[in-house]
Structure formats: C-alpha cells, structure tokens
C-alpha cells in the first residue's frame, strides 16, 4: 500500500539536515582519552564552528567584533539554530540575550531552533527555548511542529513537557496528521504512544488525505506495540478510511496475522476461527475451569460404579476438557487459570473438610483450629486479592505540573520519572507492567492473588502464607483421622505403601484433595520463609533483593567501591530485625512498641521523616546492612 506514506521529504528528513550537524566535544571521554585526544585551537574557529564545539568565549569574542547573531548562513541557518542542534545551552541563552530571533524560520526545512531542539531531542535547550518565549505550534516548511517531531523521533520527554506547557496532544499538522499518528507510524515501542494516550489523545481521529486513524497507521506498518496500547485504551477498530479499510481489513491485506488476531480478540471474535462464545462467557468457561478439572479427577473415582463405567465416565471427561480448551480458552487463561484455581482449591477443600471429616472429629481443639486458620487464610487472601496494594495515583493536572518541575531540574530522569503514570516516582516504587500502574514499596506481581504485592497488602500477604500451611496441617490431620475411623485399613501390619493403596480404594475423592493440599503446604511454606526472612531479617523487597544494583540508594556513597559486586551495597531502611518487624506488622502491643509509619506513596528519599514517619530514627544511627 505505498499511498501509506504521508510525508515522502519529512520521512527523508535526516537527509536534509545541515551540512554539518554534530561536532563532538567528547564530553564523557576519560580523562586518559581525553589527553590523548589533540584539543583543536578554538581562537581559529569560525562563529558556526565555535557554536557547534561549545566554545562560549570564541562566540563571544566574535559577536563583541561586530558580528550580527541574526545573519544566516549559505543554507540560512541560523547560529541560534546551530546552538540548537547541537544542545549548546550557554551559547542559546547568550545569543538569545544579544538579540536572536528565537522563532526564526530556517535551512532547508525552515524550522525554527524549537523544531531542530524537539527533533534532536535535546529536552534541556526545548525548556530553555520555551523559557525564552519560543512558540511551539508554529509549523516548519513540512507543516509539522515541535511536539509532531518529538512523535516522530520517539523523544518522548519532550512530547510530555510540551504537553503539560499547553500543546493539544490532538493537534493536527498540514497534512492532518495528528501526534498519536505520528507515533504509531514512526516510533517502534510503547512510547511515546501511552504517554500520548495518557494526556488525553484521543484514538479514533482520522487524518485529512486517507481518513486513517492511529490504530490504522501502526497497523500498516505492523507497530505491534503501538496496535495493544491503542486497543486497550479503547480505539475503535470498525472505523473505516478513504478505502472502506478498517484496521483489521488493512491488516489482513498486509498479512499480519499477530496483528489481526489481537483485533479480533479485542472485537470478541474468534482470534483463531474456532473459539465460540462470546469474550465475557469465555471468561466465565475459565474460571469454572479448575474447579471443573478437581471435581471431576476426585469424582470419578470415588463413585460405587463398575470400574468399565468409571473408565467411560473418564473419556467423557477429557472428552469434555478438549472441547473446553479448544473452544473457550483464549489467551487470557494465564492470567485467569491462576486465581481461578486458587478460589476453587479454597472453596472445595472447605466444602471436604465439613462434609467429610467434621463428624469423625472428636477433638475440639481440632475443629476450633481449623475453622480459625481456614477463616485467617481466607481473611489475607481477600485483603491480597480485592484490596489496593498501594497504587501510586496523580490528577492529569498534578501529571503536569510533575513533568513540568522534573523536565526544569532534573530533565525527566527515567529513574524518577514514569512515563506511564506520568508521575514522579517514590522511592522503593516499581510499574508493575501487569497491572499497568505503579506500586508503591512493590514486591511483586503475583498471580495466584490476580494483584501486586506492595505497601498496603504485603503484610497481608505473608500472613495469607503463613496460614495456608496452618490450616492445612489441621486439614490432613482431620484427614487421617477420617481415615482411620471410616477405612478399614491394616497401617501397623502392613505398613505405609500397603495403607495408601487401601485408602485410595477407600476414598479416591479425599486421598486426590490430600496430595494437592500436601503440595501446597510444601511449597507455600517455603515462600513464607523466603518472604518472612526478606522481609523482617534483610529488609527488603522480592524487588529490592532482586534489583539492588540497579537502585542508586543502595549504594553508600562514604564507602569505596570494594573488587566484589556487592561490597559496596548497603540497606538504608534496614532498622533491626525487631524494629523491622514490628513496622512491617504495625505491632503496638498495647502500646509497647511504637511502629515507624511511612506512607510510601509520597515517600521520595531515604529521609524517611519527609512523609510525617513517625518513631523516625536518622539514617546515622541505622544499621548497614550488606544483601545477601
């Protein structure tokens, strides 16, 4: 589809950069380098050269002689243009102060210092030209402007900055194209696409000369990131262009076929051609399908039918289980089969324990243990599961005013910025990329709660794991009593492998339930133990542990870096085993204790009394504490 091209100069626009576009002052060369490296003689440079190597008093000296900063050159570039391209602050804001034009049109695609600056993608001079007054909805020769070059380039600091100084993220160049567009059709990754998303552009315009959308313009060029980003924010995919194409008839035509299945499974069609149902009932068939799975493994074999009726009722069953997962499982169920497996186990291992095992229960203490680490389990799993792990949240209004105060001072540092949720990160905060939102103190994503562990849920988590191997020591106790009383079993003569064989002749049913919920207590308990020592002993999170390296706040700054990876790593909210398990579980004990608060929502440093902690202790008198 060639007439899929909506700018054949501006998509060939690097080739009409001036002459000389970058001269590299080999700032981040060692200092060994550099001394190898000859320093040319800066009192030679003409005025152009000058301002491309940054050399402020060779410009100045040359200005001071008489030489007029508005004047172009042979291919009417300006030197404020040249201070542009080539990120030269002092030298803009010094030609700025002595009278440059700083929305002068020039060179062959007679841009202003704006456009080059956004197309560079030189977030510091676009502040500083804005600083200054530059207007940035003024067009170059091509029609486009700045925040339509940033799109283009993929700058996506700088398409947030011009948006949370005024720019409409709607704005459509000359030829109708809007910044969304330019995204999806020039920019190979999620962003600046979500950003975009984010700040209110809308998904479904269509441009002037093709009446494509954005969703049509990533798919034409098969920008897969772009096409789920734009699908989950809600771009309609029946929207036709000038051609009667929708997104999904362009790309069949294209034969993308990824493409076209994720549209089809955003339509609630089939993605596949033999998926039935519609997408919510699909959803519904999913979760029934675990619990479907462990009743009828347990079922079947404890029914007091002929074992040739058993078998049949088994091919039935797998019968029943292919046309499940042939026809109703999409590619949700990774995320579905989890929890959902989850939520059956609990209910049906409940509904065994009172069914069968509570009339041959003569023990109280058992039935009243039971019943309190069941209903403790349940407890924490519901707080886990349909409670706000601590998401990081921010008016569009506060989104702007963030970007606008990091893009001023720190240059929207990737590390202190998320451009997701467009908001300035909390210290020990993480996106959490299933989610889709930031978590404050994450740990991790689990799946088996359908939720991210963080601030506000963890310490529910770890109980939920310390319970769930509680209960289930009381459940196969009340099992082998069962056992015992309703079997008619030959233990002590025999032995064990003669006793499993006789209850699983006895009970299928309860012999299937006690293996799952013995390798659940297995491998739970082994998680608890991790978490618990991580959490109380270390101090950290699964991230934390994981990730230290990377955090610069792990790193001490008074001690030398050591020959080992990690020797000079420490923990600064690390306060003692007792201390950090007392404001982890929040224990007052009456009053006796008085746990540290943090809220880790606002909280941007390691000065943890900045968000009103109370029971502060200085970072001083805190522990190091080296990873293990």
């Known amino acids: 589809m060639e007439d899929f091209k909506p700018y054949p100069t501006q998509a060939k626009a690097d080739d009409l950069l001036p002459a000389q576009l970058m001269v590299s002052d080999h700032s981040t060369d060692s200092p060994t380098q550099q001394q190898v490296r000859s320093k040319p003689d800066q009192s030679t440079f003409d005025v152009i050269k000058a301002v491309q190597y940054g050399a402020l008093d060779r410009v100045k000296e040359l200005v001071e002689n008489g030489l007029d900063v508005q004047e172009p050159d042979k291919e009417n570039v300006t030197l404020l243009h040249w201070a542009s391209i080539n990120n030269r602050l002092d030298i803009a804001k010094y030609l700025i102060n002595q009278g440059a034009i700083i929305d002068q049109l020039g060179g062959d695609l007679n841009s202003t210092p704006l456009h080059w600056g956004a197309r560079q993608g030189h977030l510091p001079m676009v502040v500083l030209l804005m600083q200054y007054g530059a207007d940035p909805s003024l067009r170059d020769g091509e029609g486009v402007s700045a925040i339509h070059l940033a799109c283009q380039y993929g700058h996506t600091a700088i398409v947030a900055y011009l948006i949370a100084k005024g720019q409409d993220p709607n704005m459509l160049d000359g030829n109708g194209m809007s910044p969304l567009m330019w995204a999806c059709y020039r920019t190979f990754s999620v962003d600046p696409t979500r950003l975009l998303l984010t700040l209110g552009a809308s998904p479904n315009l269509q441009d002037k000369h093709y009446q494509n959308t954005a969703l049509h313009w990533a798919t034409a060029v098969g920008n897969t990131a772009a096409v789920t980003t734009l699908l989950q924010q809600g771009a309609d995919s029946f929207i036709e262009n000038s051609r009667h194409e929708t997104p999904l008839d362009v790309a069949m035509s294209r034969r993308n076929g990824y493409i076209a299945i994720r549209i089809k499974e955003n339509r609630?069609?089939?993605?596949?051609?033999?998926?039935?149902?519609?997408?919510?009932?699909?959803?519904?068939?999913?979760?029934?399908?675990?619990?479907?799975?462990?009743?009828?493994?347990?079922?079947?074999?404890?029914?007091?039918?002929?074992?040739?009726?058993?078998?049949?009722?088994?091919?039935?069953?797998?019968?029943?289980?292919?046309?499940?997962?042939?026809?109703?499982?999409?590619?949700r169920a990774t995320k579905v089969f989890p929890i959902a497996t989850a939520v059956s186990t609990k209910v049906i291992l409940n509904f065994t324990f009172f069914a069968y095992f509570w009339p041959y229960l003569s023990d109280l203490w058992l039935k009243i243990g039971f019943v309190l680490s069941s209903f403790s389990m349940c407890w924490s799993f519901w707080k886990c599961w349909r409670f706000n792990p601590g998401v990081v949240k921010n008016s569009q209004e506060d989104q702007k005013r963030t970007i606008i105060e990091l893009a001023?001072?720190?240059?929207?540092?990737?590390?202190?910025?998320?451009?997701?949720?467009?908001?300035?990160?909390?210290?020990?905060?993480?996106?959490?990329?299933?989610?889709?939102?930031?978590?404050?103190?994450?740990?991790?994503?689990?799946?088996?709660?359908?939720?991210?562990?963080?601030?506000?849920?963890?310490?529910?988590?770890?109980?939920?794991?310390?319970?769930?191997?509680?209960?289930?020591?009381?459940?196969?106790?009340?099992?082998?009593?069962?056992?015992?009383?309703?079997?008619?079993?030959?233990?002590?003569?025999?032995?064990?492998?003669?006793?499993?064989?006789?209850?699983?002749?006895?009970?299928?049913?309860?012999?299937?339930?006690s293996l799952q919920v013995a390798v659940y207590m297995v491998w739970v308990a082994m998680l608890f133990v991790c978490q618990f020592y991580q959490v109380i002993y270390l101090g950290v999170t699964t991230n934390e542990r994981m990730n230290h390296a990377k955090y610069q706040h792990f790193r001490d700054p008074k001690r030398p870096k050591g020959p080992f990876r990690d020797e000079n790593l420490f923990n600064p909210f690390h306060r003692g085993v007792l201390r950090n398990f007392v404001d982890f579980f929040e224990c007052t004990c009456m009053g006796l204790c008085r746990p540290m608060k943090v809220d880790w929502g606002v909280q941007f440093s390691t000065d943890l009394s900045q968000s009103g902690a109370t029971n502060f202790v200085s970072t001083n008198n805190r522990e190091n504490y080296q990873f293990v």
């Open 408 to 513: 001023e001072t720190t240059g929207l540092n990737i590390s202190q910025f998320c451009t997701t949720c467009l908001i300035k990160r909390p210290i020990r905060s993480k996106h959490c990329s299933s989610c889709d939102k930031c978590i404050a103190r994450f740990d991790h994503h689990c799946p088996w709660v359908d939720n991210c562990i963080g601030s506000l849920n963890h310490r529910y988590f770890i109980m939920y794991l310390g319970f769930l191997p509680l209960a289930a020591v009381f459940y196969l106790v009340g099992n082998a009593m069962y056992w015992l009383e309703s079997c008619n079993t030959s233990f002590e003569e025999n032995g064990v492998w003669i006793f499993i064989g006789e209850v699983m002749s006895c009970s299928p049913w309860t012999f299937i339930m």
């Open 268 to 331: 609630g069609e089939a993605s596949t051609g033999n998926k039935k149902g519609s997408k919510v009932f699909r959803q519904y068939v999913m979760w029934c399908f675990p619990g479907t799975l462990m009743i009828l493994a347990g079922l079947i074999p404890d029914l007091s039918i002929p074992y040739s009726y058993k078998f049949g009722l088994a091919l039935v069953a797998m019968g029943l289980v292919y046309v499940l997962l042939r026809f109703f499982v999409d590619n």
